[in-house]
């Protein structure tokens, strides 16, 4: 119930209704019928499912001090004369986190970017937080496992997160990292 509950509070379980951007529900199982079902669903494996954009949110809530932000698709639309015509605005979700708790979990994924699964994940002068996966989306391991990266860049002039997965790819580290740090660099860019 404790873990359900954390979950819920950074969003699954959830009908998300921003402005900007659809968001399908990331599902978190209501009900355990066993031990195994409670270790793999702490774990994201199970009946756990979650978007790419949902863990993007998660991510930018670790680097944003445990509050996470509702997501827009525009910044800003101009006129063909230059005039600002409409600004898209940062706007608070809800705190998902304590202060410290995000501050130590940022740590360890700066941790997995420096020594641990993430390094491929790396951007020269950057501070870069993230964190790998593989979920296994067969029972008999005939398909291979789709590969996550989810992370950010730890600076507040560039306050970028990033979720990627790519579908039967592998292991995150090798397959999904990579290309976050391509991604990420195009955008500090």
Request: contains cysteine.
């Given at each position: 119930?404790?873990?359900r509950?954390t979950?819920?509070?950074f969003?699954?379980?959830?009908?998300?209704?921003?402005?900007?951007v659809?968001?399908?529900?990331?599902?978190?199982?209501?009900?355990?019928?066993?031990?195994?079902d409670?270790?793999w669903a702490?774990?994201?494996q199970g009946?756990?499912?979650v978007?790419?954009?949902?863990?993007?949110?998660?991510?930018?809530?670790?680097a944003?001090g445990?509050?996470?932000?509702k997501?827009?698709?525009?910044?800003?639309?101009?006129?063909?004369?230059?005039?600002?015509?409409?600004?898209?605005?940062?706007?608070t979700?809800r705190?998902?986190?304590?202060p410290?708790?995000?501050?130590?979990?940022?740590?360890?994924?700066?941790?997995?970017v420096?020594?641990?699964t993430?390094?491929?994940?790396?951007?020269?002068?950057?501070?870069v937080?993230?964190?790998?996966?593989?979920?296994?989306?067969?029972?008999?391991k005939?398909v291979?496992?789709?590969a996550?990266?989810?992370?950010?860049?730890?600076d507040d002039?560039?306050?970028y997160?990033?979720?990627?997965?790519?579908?039967?790819?592998?292991?995150?580290?090798?397959?999904?990292?990579?290309?976050?740090a391509?991604a990420?660099?195009?955008?500090l860019?």
């Open positions: 119930d404790r873990l509950a979950a819920e509070t969003g699954f379980n959830e009908n998300f209704k921003f402005a900007d659809i968001v399908y529900n990331s599902k978190f199982p209501t009900s355990m019928q066993s031990d195994a409670l270790v702490g774990v994201g009946t756990v499912l978007t790419p954009l949902h863990m993007a949110m998660i991510a930018a809530s670790v944003n445990g509050v996470m932000m997501p827009y698709l525009i910044r800003q639309v101009t006129s063909s004369s230059g005039a600002v015509v409409e600004t898209g605005e940062a706007e979700y705190r998902v986190m304590a410290e708790v995000a501050g130590t979990i940022a740590a360890y994924m700066r941790e997995a420096t020594s641990g993430a390094t491929k994940a790396a951007i020269s002068g950057y501070t937080c993230g964190k790998t996966g593989s979920a296994e989306i067969s029972n008999d005939t291979q496992t789709n996550w990266y989810a992370g950010f860049v730890y002039s560039h306050p997160a990033i979720s990627v997965v790519i579908e039967e790819a592998g292991a995150g580290g090798s397959q999904a990292a990579p290309i976050a391509k990420l660099a195009k955008a860019e």
